[in-house]
Structure formats: structure tokens, C-alpha cells
């Protein structure tokens, strides 16, 4: 049981604060310099219950109240509020006494206290802050009688804030998300949060001057891939049939992918509609350790030529994209991507507008390739930008693709997939045996 007590007595009551165990009562906080004092601290990570998994029990509550002669009416503890007061993170330690500095969710750090090991079952915190001490500037940090340096404390704190703006940010992005794949987030490398200004969209985002102009018509098979009427939508377009019974694509890349659409007969169990479908794998947004900032991994093994995600963002015209590219330039990172399949008129900027490929990476050895995909619209100039597997990817595995696209599709002669727009000369780190040294 916690030596901590927290209550609230509802709507227009002060916060009051019981402390037991010879130590007084009331509401105010303190420096957090002594046991049972309040103290600074901040941050995020996964709450815990003191007194246990689901907080003190209403009956030991009674029991330490009536010892100390205290009545939970009078301090506004009841039933419903007493499992309200939970450990959201642990910011200092003192190794000698196994105290720990205490931050409880919902209260201000002037209220954060010490509280001894005895009383925390908040068995993930107490792991985690020793990890973060593991990784603390300095390490290995040996704690003193009146706690950790202050250096080390800063750190913690930092760390569970970066954490909590994380999780926070890991929630927003899986509320956006219309796709079946969840999106967690990590950062177990640096003290980097959330990016600023970037919103996650689940499809094209219009920019001025361009024009999606919807299908007109569609497909009346009953089975377009068994039997498919006049070549089904890939015939239509002298194409060929895109994908296997199990969905995964079959065409070599640089042909052109017609999926079915809205106007076709067929319904939304047809083969012939993938890309269409979303994202369906488990993925994961880390930091990368080598300096290629933020990368994606998967959560979950992915088939060999299975779509994975489709590269997403504000679609705007070459001109606009030539005066982007100077700031981003200057900025020393580009997400322009040209959709040049038969002419290069439009490009996909996913730098502020996107999904979670503006987190994919660059490989001159990748296991993800592009592909151009029509659906819903078929002006050639406009293609969705699909990515596949290459070969198996094992679960944990980073995703990649090569930013420096240059096969050539021999029944059009024209340029295909696309690749980010830039100017100068970009390192690469990507670390293949095979690499090129520079993007591009």
C-alpha cells in the first residue's frame, strides 16, 4: 500500500493529499528533496497502479483511514475515484534506501513524491527507468544518498516526456489511419519526438492545379480472374492481369497495374482489387541508429510480391514541385516524388501530407518495389504509386525502397515508377554491400 494518498473531492473540491506513516496531512507539494516530499520531474510512459495492478483496494484504504483516525468521506475518497491515482512515470531513484521519485498522472510535479519499492507494483516503469539509466550520458550512473546527478534526472525526465508525446502521437496516427495494419512508434535511440507539422492521409491530397478526373467505366465480369470479359480492366488497357489468386502481383516491374473500380460488376472480394484495399500489415515508425532519422519496419512477415503500402501525399504540379524543392533543398531532405510514367507533369510531395511511407527509408539494396497503379482514375499522368515485396521480409525487418527509380518499360519506351525529386549530390547510408555511396 502506497504511503501516498490521493483523492479528490469531486467538482469545486481541493485536491487532498494523505500522508501515513507519521507524516502529515494536507495538499501541499514540496521540493522532493526528502522522502514523502513532493518534486519535480515529467514525462510519459506506461501507467501503473501503486498498491497493485488495479490500485489501493477500498478495504485497505478504510483500514489505513480509520488507524489514522481519518474518514474517506471527509477527504473525498470514494469507491469510484480511489483507483483514479495511478504512477505515470518514475524519475529519480536513491539506490540505498530503494526509494523512487514518484510523477502521478493527472497531478503537477510539485506533487510528485518518494515512495519506497515495497509499495510500486508498476512493474514496467521500474524496468524502464532502469533501461533509460543504462542509456543515460554518463552511464553507468550510481545514485547517491539524495538521488541520481542531476544530469541523469534531467535525462529521465526528458526520455518519459519524449515517450508520452510518442505514445500520444502513435494514438493520433492509428486514429487517421483508415487501413486494417495498426502503426506503433518507437525511439529507443535518441531524444527525438514527433515530427512537426505533418498530417497523416489515407489517400491523394489535391493541390492546386490539378484535376482527378473519375473512371468512367468498368468491368462486367463475374469472376475477372477466371473469366475475365474482354481481358477485364487490365484488358481494357491492353494490359495484362496483375495479380495471382492469393493477390500477390505476378507482372515484372515498370508494366502498369489496372485494378477494378467503382463502376465494375464485380465486388470487393475480386482479385483484381489490392492496392485498393490498404495496408494490411502490423508496421512499425523507429529511429534508426545510423543517422537516416526516422525508418519503417515491419511488425509481422510479409510474402514475397505482396503490396505493402502505397506511397502517399499532396499532389501538386512540376512547377510548384521546382519551388519546393529549393526550400527543401536548404533543408537538406526531399519527399518529391515524380510521377513520370508518361510525361512529367504532376509530382507527390509527402512532406507534410502523407502516410506512413514518408517514414520508408532508401536502400541501393531494397526490398520494396514500385509500381504504377490505376484505379479510380486513368490519366496516365496521374498513377498511384504502389510498393511491393521484392522477396520474403522477415517480421522485424526495416522497409526499403530505392529512391533512384530507372527501369524502363519496353512497351511504352517511357520512364516508369518515378523516383524523389532532388538536385545535388545526397550520401547514402544505407549500409548494402552493394551501395552506390550517393542517392543520386
Known sequence: MAENLKGSAGTGASRVTVRFGGRK?????????????????GGGGDGGRWGGEGGASWAQLQDLCR????????????????????????????RNEEYYLVKWRGYPKASNSWEPRKNLRCQ????????????????????GPRGLPARTTSYLVQKAEQRQSLRQWEQLLNNSRSHRGRIAVENEVDLHGPPQDFVYINEYKVGPGVTLTPVAVGCECRDCLLEPVGGCCPGASHNRFAYNETGQVRIRA??????????????DDCPNRVVQ??????????????GRGWGVRTMERIRKNSFVMEYIGEIITSEEAERRGQVYDRQGATYLFDLDYVEDVYTVDAAHYGNI???????????LQVYNVFIENLDPRLPRIALFATRPIRAGEELTFDYNITRMDSNFGLAVGGSP????????????????????
Open 254 to 267: 515498370g508494366l502498369p497495374i489496372y485494378e477494378c473500380n467503382s463502376r465494375c460488376c464485380c465486388g
Open 67 to 94: 488507524r489514522q483516525q481519518l474518514q474517506c468521506q471527509a477527504l473525498g475518497i470514494t469507491r469510484r475515484n480511489v483507483r483514479d491515482f495511478e504512477v505515470e512515470y518514475l524519475c529519480d531513484y536513491k
Open 277 to 290: 484495399k490498404g495496408i494490411r500489415y502490423n508496421l512499425c515508425i523507429f529511429r534508426t541508429g545510423n
Open 421 to 440: 525529386h532532388t538536385r545535388g549530390r545526397i550520401e547514402c547510408k544505407c549500409g548494402a554491400a552493394a551501395c552506390r555511396k550517393y542517392l543520386f
Open 25 to 41: 496531512t494536507g495538499g501541499e507539494g514540496g521540493d522532493g528533496s526528502e522522502p514523502g516530499a513532493g518534486g519535480g520531474g
Open 357 to 367: 511511407s514518408h517514414f520508408v527509408n532508401h536502400s541501393c539494396d531494397p526490398n
Open 124 to 143: 514496467e516503469l521500474l524496468k524502464q527507468l532502469h533501461q533509460d539509466l543504462a542509456r543515460a550520458p554518463g552511464a553507468p550512473v550510481h545514485p
